[in-house]
């Protein structure tokens, strides 16, 4: 749960969404989004539109595993590198993956493709630092990948501008 709590950020909503950012800022020495293409059986997707200040860390599954990743994180993370803005998950689409869906879960097309946005119960409210809850989940298929988004700091609008520019 250590990534929830990172994910409890400043709230954030000044960032230019609708930027391409010209090249990916890595945080960290970790693995590429290219060097995670070499190893995964499944469509790796980026979005093209995320806020050019924001740097990129990666995380694998299993974590000690280098040459068998079965899946990944996207950790899009603040300008200071110290709070996510963003999380991606990312696998290989399998016939048990079942996009959960509880009744207030909005059906919402992602690029051609059904997606289930589920906002945080609470949302519009503060939490217990007094920052505004935003944002939610966002799940749906992608020419067979498994893709999961979601947010605490970033509203519903922007979470799905930024999905709809996975390629």
């Not at 040459?67 to 689409?93: A, C, P, R, S």
Request: with cysteine.
């Amino acid at each position: 749960m250590r990534c929830l709590l990172k994910i409890l950020a400043i709230f954030i909503l000044s960032l230019p969404l609708g930027v391409q950012a010209k090249e990916i800022k890595y945080n960290h020495e970790n693995i590429t989004i290219s060097e995670i293409k070499e190893k995964v059986d499944f469509k790796v997707f980026s979005p093209e539109k995320i806020p050019n200040d924001w740097t990129l860390e990666i995380k694998t599954y299993p974590s000690d595993e280098k040459d068998n990743i079965t899946q990944f994180k996207l950790h899009y993370m603040d300008h200071n590198d110290e709070n996510l803005m963003v999380g991606i998950l990312e696998k290989k689409e399998r016939p048990t993956d079942v996009i959960k869906r509880a009744p207030e879960t909005e059906r919402i097309d992602i690029n051609g493709n059904i997606g289930y946005f589920h906002e945080w119960y609470g949302n519009g409210e503060l939490d217990k630092k007094g920052r505004k809850i935003t944002g939610g989940i966002l799940t749906w298929i992608q020419e067979g990948t498994y893709l999961e988004m979601n947010s605490l700091d970033i509203d519903k609008e922007q979470i799905l501008e930024i999905a709809r520019s996975m390629k």
